[in-house]
């Protein structure tokens, strides 16, 4: 059965959502499922939006027949190529076989590459500020080049200020019914998966996407977008600058918030202890916006989200092999992947023979740009004794200055 929802008078969101899916892109989990977004604009010409992940293809079929009513498929507009959105472009094409493809040029060498049978005279392609009408709507086409693929593109619709934004203010999560960010408690239910989404998925691209919404602000004028359509994730026709301003934030590796993640690792529990009185030393000296982690045991997916919104790091590790211990080793790798910048850090070692985890850390960080490592540290043999305490007091007292500033 059809199941779409009304954007605006003529807009329509012809998606569906997955909750099937364990792991987004085969590595980040899924507990609340993802939606893959299309839309269908009916005008002289009637336009989709780009496609769906072949996992909906049915239901996505079923939504743009059901809009549709007959009326045959003129254009599709492909903003984005990565599998999740264009697996189902042939089903299109066998359906509709006289459509109209309207994409970039790269996205057309990515299109053959993933095999789709597409002709030129099928395809016309656009480029920067290029602009098509389809009757009473004029759309304009925006490069988003490596946000996160080459030949990402945003399409902006001049006449009523919707903005095609491909993967750009998209989130992890089902939609399930509702559409619009402002049918949600968006701040408290869905902010920690959108965050999730763009640190994990666009994170590493942050001048890029700066570059993209300096573009937006400079061709379109942001006062003029009256709604983001993602294609994961809800709807924006409310408060736009409330999203605008999460992503200048990520974008410019700026924190959210002042307060402190403590990420621990430990195999017998004794730095888990120390990483506790540090938490406790903190809460002493009036920094109460901590979190505290077990490396092992949180997907690395979360911390990067959560680094991105906290202003302060303690990674408190034992020594392994001489080495970091791998989970711990893993975080750092993805911190510098994904380009993390701009944190104030703090670090805790552990060794029963021969402590090194503290300084392999700072020398991994020392590979990040803009990160500020405290001086002081805490290293511990097996476990904290009453000869660390003063040097985890100083510790306490360092982190808790910078955070109060
Ligand atoms: C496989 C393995 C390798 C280890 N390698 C080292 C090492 O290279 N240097 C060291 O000082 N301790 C090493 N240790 C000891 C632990 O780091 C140590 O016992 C730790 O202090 C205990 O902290 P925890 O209770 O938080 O796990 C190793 C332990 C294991 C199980
Ligand atoms: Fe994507
Ligand atoms: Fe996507």
Redesign the pocket.
């Known amino acids: 059965m059809y199941n779409f929802r009304k954007v605006t008078d003529d807009l329509f969101w012809v998606g569906a959502n997955d909750h099937r899916l364990a792991l987004f892109e085969n590595i980040h989990p899924l507990y609340h499922g993802v939606s893959y977004n299309a839309y269908v604009l009916l005008d002289e010409k009637t336009v989709l939006f780009d496609t769906a992940d072949w996992a909906v293809g049915r239901q996505f079929i079923e939504n743009i027949q059901a809009v549709l009513a007959g009326r045959p498929l003129d254009y599709l507009v492909i903003n984005h190529v990565e599998p999740d959105h264009a697996a189902s472009i042939e089903e299109i094409l066998l359906r509709w076989p006289k459509v109209k493809i309207v994409t970039s040029p790269k996205a057309v060498i990515l299109l053959h590459q993933f095999g789709f049978p597409i002709s030129a005279d099928q395809v016309e392609e656009v480029r920067e500020g290029d602009t098509k009408c389809f009757g009473k709507h004029t759309i304009a086409f925006v490069a988003a080049p490596m946000v996160h693929w080459p030949e990402a593109m945003v399409s902006f619709d001049t006449t009523n200020g919707v903005l095609f934004s491909a993967d750009a203010f998209g989130s992890f999560r089902a939609l399930d019914g509702k559409l619009f960010a402002d049918e949600f408690d968006f701040d408290g239910e869905w902010l920690d998966d959108a965050r999730r989404y763009y640190t994990n998925i666009v994170g590493k691209y942050g001048p890029q996407v700066q570059a993209l919404l300096n573009k937006a602000a400079g061709i379109v004028g942001l006062d003029n977008i009256k709604y983001i359509c993602p294609l994961h994730g809800p709807v924006w026709r409310k408060d736009l600058s409330y999203i605008i301003d999460k992503y200048v934030h990520w974008a410019t590796y700026e924190p959210e918030e002042k307060g402190v993640m403590i990420v621990y690792a430990?195999?017998?529990?004794?730095?888990?202890t120390a990483a506790e009185v540090l938490a406790s030393k903190l809460a002493d000296r009036g920094v109460t916006n901590t979190r505290l982690y077990d490396v092992s045991s949180t997907h690395v997916s979360y911390l990067i989200s959560d680094l991105f919104k906290y202003s302060h790091l303690v990674l408190a590790s034992?020594?392994?092999?001489?080495?970091i211990f791998p989970p711990m080793h893993n975080f750092l790798a993805d911190m510098k992947a994904l380009n993390l910048q701009n944190r104030t850090v703090a670090l805790v070692e552990?060794?029963?023979?021969?402590?090194?985890s503290g300084a392999l850390m700072r020398a991994e960080l020392e590979k990040l740009k803009h990160m500020d490592i405290l001086d002081d540290g805490v290293t511990?043999?097996?476990?904290l004794q009453e000869q660390n305490l003063s040097d985890m007091d100083a510790l306490a007292d360092a982190i808790a200055a910078s955070v109060l500033k």
């Open positions: 430990s195999m017998y529990g004794n730095t888990e034992v020594t392994y092999n001489l080495g552990n060794g029963s023979w021969a402590p090194r511990m043999a097996s476990s």
